[in-house]
């Protein structure tokens, strides 16, 4: 994760097609998600979008798919937040 010009670019590890949209961790440098969309017509990367915005209380055009558009790996630029309001929000604060 890094910090530049009020965007925060984070690291995430996406698993497809599970039962519910969750975070279910954080190793320091990745945060891993579980999204319940499938891997199928950019169904995941918008499910990965809504979820967090919905988690991160920001706009969907705050957040941009950088790099990983067809990866479970992917990088993603969030406008106006710093990374430790992201873990945070994203209730990863306290495993730092």
């Keep these: 994760m890094s910090d530049s010009n009020n965007e925060t670019l984070i690291t995430l590890h996406v698993q497809p097609s599970a039962r519910k949209n969750e975070v ?13 969309a ?5 169904k995941a990367n918008r499910e ?5 915005s919905q988690r991160l209380d920001i706009k969907k055009g705050a957040l941009t ?18 990374r430790d309001e992201v873990l945070r929000r994203l ?3 306290s495993l730092l």
């Excluded at 499938?38 to 950019?42: F, I, Q």
């Design 38 to 42: 499938p891997p199928v017509e950019g």
């Design 91 to 93: 209730s990863l604060k």
């Design 24 to 36: 279910v961790g954080y190793d320091g440098s990745v945060i891993r998600l579980k999204i319940a």
């Design 65 to 82: 798919i950088r790099r990983g558009l067809t990866s479970r790996d992917k990088v993603i630029a969030v406008d106006g937040l710093s």
């Design 48 to 52: 990965v979008i809504a979820f967090l």
